[in-house]
């Protein structure tokens, strides 16, 4: 099932972070990780993905290294700093308050049976 871009919209940010928060990734990697993690409801093209890298760098969020790769092609990679992290928690206790009050208010009194 595809999700719409608006519901997408909010949570690029958390998304990025999250992933960074665990190594240091370089774009293309990025994408594609997050596309396995959700099962292929998450899909990010270049063109999104990295004007949002370009972003979070300028507000410090993230930094970018060059590292050379085993066929000796230079990558560009992206590590969290302590603002992303610090902003990336922020984020994920915003997202449990958030789903948990959605999830109350669509759930309630369901029936799986």
């Not at 370089?26 to 972003?55: R, W």
């Not at 992303?84 to 922020?90: A, F, I, Q, Y």
């Amino acid at each position: 099932m595809a999700v719409n871009k608006e519901l997408m919209k909010g949570s690029t940010i958390i998304l990025i972070l999250s992933l960074l928060d665990k190594k240091s990734m370089y774009g293309y990697e990025m994408i594609k990780e997050i596309e396995a993690k959700s099962d292929g409801v998450f899909t990010f093209k270049e063109g999104t993905l990295y004007p949002i890298l370009h972003s979070l760098e300028r507000e410090g969020m993230v930094e970018c290294y060059w590292t050379e790769a085993d066929s000796g092609r230079k990558r560009k990679y992206y590590r969290i700093t302590k603002t992303g992290k610090s902003h990336m928690n922020e984020k994920q206790e915003e997202w449990k308050v958030f789903r948990s009050a959605v999830d109350k208010v669509i759930w309630e009194g369901f029936s799986w049976g």
